[in-house]
């Protein structure tokens, strides 16, 4: 139903900043809510942070404070800030969206995904 691209990831050492973008295109009624994931060589994939159309925002309690989730007027766009990156943030991070109201960490709510960006941090 919609398309999602990552881009912004890179490598960076401990404490660095990077912000990733995710394009989306196709219906809005798909976007209704969107997230972050990531995934780490060995891990399972875990959420990030999520955004929906309620006032919730949740995060992973390992990035809170850390990183930032937006989605400027509900637009098509979706960014993460991430800052004082640490080398546990490495991982594959990817960008999902599907049109449930809510936000939600749980990966298996989303039905689109994209390719995923790399993020690497040295430390």
């Known amino acids: 139903h919609v398309q999602l691209v990552e881009s912004g990831g890179g490598s960076v050492q401990t404490g660095g900043s990077l912000t990733l973008s995710c394009a989306a295109s196709g219906e809005s009624f798909y976007l209704q809510r969107m997230g972050w994931f990531r995934q780490a060589p060995g891990k399972e994939r875990e959420g990030v942070a999520s955004?929906?159309?309620?006032?919730?925002?949740p995060y992973a309690d390992s990035v809170k404070g850390r990183f930032t989730i937006s989605r400027p007027n509900n637009g098509k766009t979706l960014y993460l800030q991430m800052n004082n990156l640490r080398p546990e943030d490495t991982a594959t991070y990817y960008c999902?969206?599907?049109?449930?109201?809510?936000?939600?960490?749980?990966?298996?709510?989303?039905?689109?995904w994209g390719q995923g960006t790399q993020v690497a941090v040295s430390s």
């Open positions: 955004i929906g159309q309620g006032s919730t925002t």
């Open positions: 999902a969206a599907d049109n449930g109201m809510f936000a939600t960490l749980k990966a298996s709510a989303y039905d689109s």
